[in-house]
């Protein structure tokens, strides 16, 4: 029930080396990887373990290929970018092992009669789908998701269980939306009237390009008056504020906890480690590689990476850092009264 | 079937220069209105733009309505916060644009036979009501959500799709929470006995007031014995956590990713930038403004603006910075040192 | 209806001077409690307040014991940790007060023919549970949770409503879960090939512990090839993230907001404040405790309390702070330079 590992490389593509007929039962990290498994080097500095490897098979890069093919036996399956491939031949495996879910309509959901639903398309238990909704072919929308009036889902998307997908918003092809993500719910915007908050409206929309995926509870607000914008091949992780207005450019990635303020313009290719903030109405330019834990205020125009996060110390050690931070002025007077001390004294001296 | 201007002035206010019987399509800000809209100028510096403005009409301040309408030919509705006017008109519009929610119980809604739901209210597919909860006129309950047994939803509330609000807390008149938010789980109260945690009850509710807005999967405890109160006005973003018993005042806002640890005791009109966090037990006086991503560790009595994140800065300068405030107790004695030093070479040569 | 003072003793153990026939209503803290309430004394600070106490009866410890009896009128329970004590008594109290949920699968629940539900178990409405799925006895899934395919759900766990529990990840007995919280969504694992992000199947699991609780709007990561794992006794409070294949070891504690990066391996008995973020791949001593709002970047091999962040000021004084910690290499050149010149000085002086 395995897969043969020509097929394989008959789907992905690379240069086998090897016997064709092996059945491998899954992928597996070197550090795993069984007589059956087919395992990746995809760091040159793990070749020892790899030579070492008990794996059925191995893809591995050309640079590395001569010094493992020396001491491992199995079959090897050479490519540029071994991780890639790695990528790949997990999505096969899963695939394999995979239970479709079933298509169709489950009598439990309550889908409104002007929405137009793919015959294609999974619609799980206790889903709502509202009026004018389109889902398209191939998509799945696991049970207790909501999809809301207008809302237009692309082909191909699979929404995990208990996703909110709010009236007009839409997404494209291949999309993966996980449990809890909010996408479409109101923008935070107010006007102060005399220490009240009057809301405004919110009336535009969220639309979210081709292959977007967005984690576990995350929320991505709709606009005030034009739309959020999510290009395509963005990644989002779990638990990520994205605020009204936003435009974030394509294959763009955002680790887990990340928040973007409202109208925060954001590059292409840019990375954000877990719980980067970003304030709002910002630009940041393509390839702009933002660490954990750092506040951006200010718009950042070239490519890079920054950082802006306490260092950790021991408690003790880190209140004695911390008091000397909140009187770093008056340390920077001490220096300029000293400074001016020496240069008397040099004064004197060279009398 | 747009909106004749003179009825929007007639409902909001203002005073009307021009034709009233203009047809107005909706609202847009200057950098997008054309001949339909109506537009807002909030803020003087735009006035050259709003000179230009091909909107059909304006909303503007006393200040800017002479030197706009020497040149602006449209209707203009002068008064005196035209931000508010912007919001109050943003609702109008949306409203025209609404198709209301029917009345009534879906009939996939699972309500116990002794809540009490008011006939002008809307309960959407797949919501559970349990027993003894109350839902208030107008109120309108989305698909999926979740009201548990002896809840209160006041008069005119709004549940997104898939909110979860728990047995016996209550929201006053006109509140709105979105998808995903959870009002009233169990706080977080343990003892540790040898290491391991036991569990106390929480048995407090959420007392909510009156025009209170939650958003996309903010979560309020519970009170572990006294309630956790928030009080009219109040307005939540997104990924907000607010711990057991707090108590915050009327009319603050806090931004998205803010958190709030138990029994913090927060004032009225204060305002909480994004990924702020405040340490439990504190008390924050009223007026008080927390910046973005800036840690309350301690009581705040004093009104004021109160800021503490790091600065970001390219990552090699990052580097250098933090390694500095690691040893800024050190670069303090060097000082320290130096200053005797000086005052030794100062007598020195004083003698 | 209350509870006679003799059989909580019975049951919490303690030593009981005074009256057991005393009903009691509830528990309350020394601040509240009336004449038919027990509190507790867990801090010897307020004795006093103890002593003047009108409540029915007082757990304390033995060192507060005597001088409380000299003033306290009431009955009391004396036992060495009144606090956990307390924790219980809060339990107590609490399951008088519950209405226990019905047992039996409600009728709109959609349960799967193979799924395997205990006959004491009680499934709410709209909940969802997949193929091969097994339910404990004693647990309650409340309404529109989800259950995937496969998944073990230990005896007497307790889901909140809208609770989302994917495909083959499993939960020991008394497992708590609240709203919102999703467990064994996809981790966040791509590899980049050319500026595109291609997807790792996620195919591990979340194994989690016995007594384990979870807070609302919580996420947890399945594994990429290998599990996640959450070992007994951990708790974590709300919109907390863990990323795939994080190891967090048993009776950690995590307050809210908490984030955790894929594949660290967290001790046991260590507690996080709220907000600390973890990044991935690092490894975690026992008992090592991190303060709220700090960032851990390297592994942490030695107990201990560690924290980092900015402290808070006011604005102008932050900027004043903050502009200097940008500078503080020049800061550092200048000390350099002063050091020179003043050795030169001495030299000259000493000639």
Redesign the interface.
Known sequence: MGTRLGELVERLGGNLVGDPNIELVG???LS?AGVSHITFLSNSKFRTEAQASQAAAMILSPADDALVAAVFKGARVVTP?P??Y???A??W???Q?E?APPVGI?P?A?VDPSATIAPSASI???V?IE?EAVIGADAVI???S?I??GAVIGAGCRF???V?F?AFCQIGARG?I???A?IG??G??????G???????Q?GRVMIGEDV?I?????I?RG???DTVIED?V?L???I?I?HNCHIGA?T?M???V?V?GSAIIGK?CTF???A?V?GHLTIADNVH?????????SMHEA????????????A?????????????S??E??RS??K??AA??A??DC
């Open positions: 992928i597996a990290p795993d970018n991780y890639v790695f990528a790949r997990s999505q495996f899963a695939a092992a239970i489950h439990s309550v799980g238990p206790h709502t009026a696991k049970a207790g909501f809301g009036r995990s269980a208990n909110t709010h993966i996980h449990s809890g909010v719910g109101d935070f915007g107010f006007a102060n009237e220490g009240r908050w009057v809301k405004i409206a009336t995926d984690g576990s509870n995350t929320s607000d005030a008056l034009a091949g990644k992780d779990n638990q504020q605020g294959h990635a680790a887990g906890c928040g303020a290719h480690g877990g719980a903030m304030l933002i660490s954990s834990g750092s506040m951006v205020t200010r890079g990476q920054y950082t802006g996060f306490y260092p950790l110390a021991k408690n050690e880190w209140e004695k850092s911390a008091a000397i931070v909140r009187n770093l002025g340390m920077r001490k220096i000293m400074e001390t020496i004294l040099s004197k001296l």
